[in-house]
C-alpha cells in the first residue's frame, strides 16, 4: 500500500503511480489473454489501454511535458460498494469480468488518495489536481 512507501519527492509519488498503472495494464492484458470469451477479451483490453493513457499522462507530468490543470469534479458512483467479490478466471462471465475490473479499481493502494502522502503542501495541492482515475 502507499502508506508503506516514504515519498519524498513528486517524483517518487509519480513513480508509485507510474508503477500502479503498470501492474493494472499487465494485468489487465494477462486476463485478455486467458479468457475464452472473446468479448470480455476485447473490454480487458480497452481497460488495459485505459491503464496506458493514464501511464503516459503520468509519465508526461513527471517530465514536466503537461501541466496539471484544474480537475473538474466527478461524482463516485460507489459501484464497487454494491458488487460482491469476484475472482478472475479463464470462463468467467461478462459481469465477472466487470466486478473484477471495478474491485481492481478499488484496492487499497490503488484507491489511496496520493495527495496526503506528499511531502509538502505544494505538491499536495499539484496532485489533487491530477485527473481521479490517476491519482483515487
Given amino acids: 500500500m502507499a502508506e508503506d512507501f516514504k515519498f519524498e519527492s513528486i517524483g517518487d509519488v509519480l513513480d508509485f503511480a507510474i508503477a500502479k ?3 493494472t495494464y499487465e494485468f489487465y492484458k494477462e486476463w485478455a489473454a486467458k479468457v475464452d470469451n472473446s ?3 476485447e473490454a480487458l483490453e480497452e481497460f488495459s489501454g485505459e491503464e496506458l493513457k493514464h501511464r503516459k499522462l503520468l509519465e508526461d507530468v513527471k517530465a514536466g511535458k503537461h501541466v496539471i490543470a484544474q480537475k473538474t469534479s466527478v461524482p463516485d458512483l460507489k459501484l464497487a ?5 469476484a475472482k478472475p478466471s479463464e470462463s468467467m ?3 465477472d469480468a466487470l466486478r473484477v475490473a471495478i474491485q ?3 484496492t ?3 484507491n489511496e488518495p496520493l495527495p ?3 511531502p509538502d503542501q505544494d505538491i499536495q495541492r499539484n496532485l489533487a489536481h491530477l485527473p481521479s482515475p490517476v491519482i483515487r
Fill in 81 to 85: 460498494d454494491y458488487f460482491t467479490m
Fill in 93 to 95: 462471465s461478462f459481469q
Fill in 116 to 118: 496526503r502522502f506528499a
Fill in 108 to 110: 487499497p493502494d490503488r
Fill in 21 to 23: 498503472e503498470i501492474e
Fill in 104 to 106: 481492481r479499481e478499488k
Fill in 39 to 41: 468479448a470480455i477479451k
